[in-house]
């Protein structure tokens, strides 16, 4: 139960960190996206943690600026 407590808190301190950061280009997001893309497809059309992370810290950077606007 510890390990998750901690695996948890961890994933939010990497969000709020991320969120942090300025807004990704359009072709830099785009090129993620790709990269994603093409690991999904190697992976037999299972998303890997990481990328299920980064949607995540695109996703609460996002609401942080829109927040901020």
Known sequence: ?????AMV???CAILVGLA???KK???EQTGE???E?????KRGGDESTSNK???AADEAR???EDEGK
């Open 33 to 35: 996206e790709v990269d």
């Open 25 to 27: 280009g359009p072709l």
């Open 9 to 11: 808190a961890g994933c």
């Open 20 to 22: 942090a950061c300025e």
């Open 37 to 41: 893309a093409v690991d999904t497809l």
């Open 62 to 64: 996002d609401v942080v």
């Open 53 to 55: 992370v980064d949607d």
């Open 1 to 5: 139960m510890r390990l998750g407590t």
